[in-house]
């Protein structure tokens, strides 16, 4: 989930579920989103956001982190289980004027 959507300049906060191949909750997983212009080779201050676990079936929020301008962003965001595996996720973004 997105709010807003779709993302936009200014504050955006996602809301995501981790389920592992079985489809159970991943609970206690570590989730990091780091927006990117790489076009003008900056992010957003703070640089990253980490996910907070908001209940028992694998919901994470993660901002609002403010996409300060329009133009291309990537986001990526990292996952790492509790048991330590880990992935990496990328979007880009064009956001308009």
């Known amino acids: 989930?997105?709010?807003?959507?779709p993302i936009?300049?200014?504050d955006n906060t996602w809301t995501v579920q981790l389920l592992n191949a079985n489809?159970?909750?991943?609970?206690?997983a570590t989730l990091v989103l780091e927006p990117l212009m790489p076009?003008?080779?900056?992010g957003t201050f703070p640089a990253t956001f980490t996910g907070t676990s908001t209940d028992s079936d694998g919901h994470?929020?993660?901002g609002p982190f403010d996409l300060l301008m329009p133009g291309t962003w990537l986001m990526?965001?990292?996952?790492?289980?509790?048991?330590?595996?880990?992935a990496v996720f990328e979007a880009g973004y064009c956001i308009e004027s």
Request: glycine residues 16%.
């Open 39 to 42: 076009g003008h080779g900056h």
């Open 23 to 28: 489809g159970d909750a991943v609970n206690d």
């Open 60 to 62: 994470y929020t993660l």
């Open 76 to 86: 990526t965001l990292t996952l790492t289980t509790p048991e330590g595996a880990s």
């Open 1 to 5: 989930d997105a709010s807003p959507s």
């Open 8 to 10: 936009d300049r200014g």
